[in-house]
């Protein structure tokens, strides 16, 4: 079964610096999507960024960033100069023939 | 933009009561999702919707049920509320396209079942 792992509870970064959260996930199919979407404090849960497994190349939205490693499966997020606004629990997410959520990533930036 | 919405944000309601969850996507994708969202769990599909009059389990159907009589609305219903369904629900919606299945949430339900 297809699982995925944030192995990280809680993050904390200062703020203008970059923080990368990790995820990693298990498959035995070859054609999947991977996700992480953020939901800030009692707001709407909400896309971040889409990697295609089939895809060498690293997807990059704006300050956000992803090192996808699909030999290792492992799909980890970077955000650069952290912003208040970036405080939020973050989620990995899994789409092959169904979707898969990790347990979630709460990261803090301080001031 | 996907709009997806949710009739309550929050609701108190009482052991063995009925309790409907509603959900309205405005977008006319094919697929729906009820999840539930608790602190060191992520997120746990409940049902899940690839067409009208459509129903598929997720992992944790115990205790709920859907319908979904139209495209746009996906209900989750609780037939007899119990303390352990007090949570947050979360809705989406998707379409299978170029975005690979992306999901789209709406604003959640906190539940309160006392």
């Known amino acids: 079964a297809q699982t995925v792992t944030q192995s990280q509870p809680e993050m904390s970064v200062q703020e203008a610096e970059t923080v990368t959260l990790s995820c990693t996930y298990d498959?035995?199919?070859?054609?999947?999507?991977l996700f992480w979407y953020k939901q800030p404090p009692s707001r709407q849960m909400i896309l971040v960024i889409r990697?295609?497994?089939?895809?060498?190349q690293n997807a990059t939205e704006n300050r956000f960033s992803v090192n996808f490693q699909k030999a290792a499966k492992s799909f980890s997020l970077k955000i650069s100069d952290s912003q208040l606004g970036d405080a939020a629990m973050y989620f990995c997410?899994?789409?092959?023939?169904?979707?898969?959520f990790g347990t979630g990533t709460s990261l803090t930036v301080i001031p | 933009d996907v709009k997806v919405t949710q009739s309550s944000r929050y609701l108190v309601k009482r052991t063995g009561e009925k309790v409907f969850l509603e959900c309205v996507q405005d977008m006319d994708h094919e697929n729906m999702f009820w999840y539930r969202q608790d602190p060191g769990l992520g997120l746990r599909l409940i049902y899940f919707s690839y067409d009208v009059k459509m129903k598929e389990k997720g992992d944790i159907p115990e205790g709920y049920s859907v319908s979904r009589e139209k495209k746009e609305r996906f209900s989750l219903i609780l037939e007899s509320a119990s303390t352990n369904q007090t949570s947050m629900y979360l809705c989406?919606?998707?379409?299978?396209?170029?975005?690979?299945?992306?999901?789209?949430f709406g604003p959640g339900t906190r539940l309160l079942v006392l």
């Open positions: 990697q295609e497994a089939y895809k060498q």
């Open positions: 997410a899994y789409t092959g023939n169904q979707f898969y």
């Open positions: 498959t035995s199919e070859s054609d999947y999507y």
């Open positions: 989406a919606s998707s379409f299978q396209g170029l975005e690979g299945e992306t999901q789209y």
